[in-house]
């Protein structure tokens, strides 16, 4: 595929969801942007701030492969929450601006108004009482990391008392382990380091993690063996996108339904596989039920 076909495909995705958001393309989509509703109230809000300024603000978080990851040399940025944005700032003609951050200040961020947008977000009962969150972007599904041999396809087959699973103490990790397979004998390590060295060394059977967790943890060392997303039950968190809280909702909405557009249309997951490319998955190592 030419660069040329790359613009025109991505012209036609961009004007594709313009309609579907029923402003329409063009000067239409101009007018929408620019023009206030009649009934709005006059406080600021922020769609009306991104439009004024013409400059999206989002935090960035160095080093969070697949979301996030920043090339020393040059500055640039890119990953799965970086092509998002961007496709957020085209479709909006405005420019991004980058604050740095951390997945918790993210939040701090959005109430001090720094940032318009946080991605990457679980979307948690304690965060939600602060910032209101847009539709998922994906379930983050829960499965293992397997030693060569060991098969697994549920939660069932892990839980057994012959086999040692590893995980870092006080995560979401551990908290998965220890629900999902109580049976098991499991070790609580401090560090995801530690969990990985006895997972290297052959001392534990399998480590329970979340997917980017496992499948990025085998692309930096094949030998820890194979990644799998157990079922029976299946056990995810969501992944999504945090907004400021405000009584217009405008900004939020529209964030939701080009969530859903782009999912539906197979676009996050395009994106994602190309974020987690960075990080040396390949795409065939995604497995085919990650709902995206």
Same mark, same amino acid.
């Given at each position: 595929?030419?660069?040329?076909?790359?613009?025109?495909?991505?012209? =036609?995705?961009?004007?594709? *969801?313009?309609?579907?958001?029923?402003?329409?393309?063009?000067?239409?989509?101009?007018?929408?942007?620019?023009?206030?509703?009649?009934?709005?109230?006059?406080?600021?809000?922020?769609?009306?701030?991104?439009?004024?300024?013409?400059? &999206?603000?989002?935090?960035?978080?160095?080093?969070?492969?697949?979301?996030?990851?920043?090339?020393?040399?040059?500055?640039?940025?890119?990953?799965?929450?970086?092509?998002?944005?961007?496709?957020?700032?085209?479709? &909006? =003609?405005?420019? /991004?601006?980058?604050?740095?951050?951390?997945?918790?200040?993210?939040? *701090?961020?959005?109430?001090?108004?720094?940032? =318009?947008?946080?991605?990457? !977000?679980?979307?948690?009962?304690?965060?939600?009482?602060?910032?209101?969150?847009?539709? &998922?972007?994906?379930?983050?599904?829960?499965?293992?990391?397997?030693?060569?041999? &060991?098969?697994?396809?549920?939660?069932?087959?892990?839980?057994?008392?012959?086999?040692?699973?590893?995980?870092?103490?006080?995560?979401?990790?551990?908290?998965?382990?220890?629900?999902?397979?109580?049976?098991?004998?499991?070790?609580? /390590?401090?560090?995801?380091?530690?969990?990985? !060295?006895?997972?290297?060394?052959?001392?534990?059977?399998?480590?329970?993690?979340?997917?980017? !967790?496992?499948?990025?943890?085998?692309?930096?060392?094949?030998? *820890?063996?194979?990644?799998?997303?157990?079922?029976?039950?299946?056990?995810?968190?969501?992944?999504?996108?945090?907004?400021?809280?405000?009584?217009?909702?405008?900004?939020?909405?529209?964030?939701?339904?080009?969530?859903?557009?782009?999912?539906?249309?197979?676009?996050?997951?395009?994106?994602?596989?190309?974020? /987690?490319?960075?990080?040396?998955?390949?795409?065939? =190592?995604?497995?085919?039920?990650?709902?995206?």
């Amino acid at each position: 595929m030419t660069q040329s076909d790359e613009t025109r495909i991505s012209e =036609d995705r961009r004007d594709a *969801l313009r309609y579907a958001l029923g402003i329409g393309s063009g000067a239409a989509l101009a007018a929408a942007l620019t023009t206030p509703a009649a009934a709005q109230t006059p406080a600021d809000n922020t769609l009306d701030r991104i439009r004024a300024n013409k400059v &999206l603000r989002i935090a960035v978080l160095p080093g969070e492969l697949p979301y996030f990851n920043k090339d020393l040399a040059s500055g640039t940025w890119s990953g799965f929450s970086i092509e998002m944005a961007n496709d957020l700032a085209k479709l &909006l =003609d405005v420019k /991004l601006e980058y604050v740095e951050s951390t997945y918790g200040n993210s939040i *701090l961020d959005l109430q001090a108004n720094k940032i =318009d947008l946080g991605f990457a !977000l679980n979307p948690t009962p304690q965060r939600a009482l602060v910032v209101d969150f847009t539709s &998922l972007v994906f379930p983050h599904p829960f499965g293992a990391m397997l030693k060569k041999g &060991l098969e697994a396809k549920t939660w069932t087959d892990i839980n057994k008392p012959e086999v040692k699973i590893a995980v870092d103490v006080g995560s979401a990790n551990e908290a998965v382990a220890r629900r999902f397979a109580p049976n098991a004998t499991i070790k609580s /390590l401090k560090s995801r380091d530690e969990v990985m !060295l006895e997972m290297s060394s052959g001392r534990v059977d399998c480590v329970v993690n979340a997917l980017v !967790l496992g499948l990025t943890a085998i692309a930096k060392n094949p030998n *820890l063996g194979t990644y799998k997303i157990l079922q029976s039950p299946a056990v995810t968190i969501a992944s999504g996108t945090a907004v400021r809280r405000e009584s217009d909702k405008r900004w939020r909405d529209f964030l939701s339904v080009w969530i859903d557009y782009n999912r539906g249309i197979g676009q996050m997951r395009e994106w994602f596989v190309k974020g /987690l490319g960075l990080a040396g998955v390949k795409p065939e =190592d995604v497995p085919v039920e990650l709902s995206i």
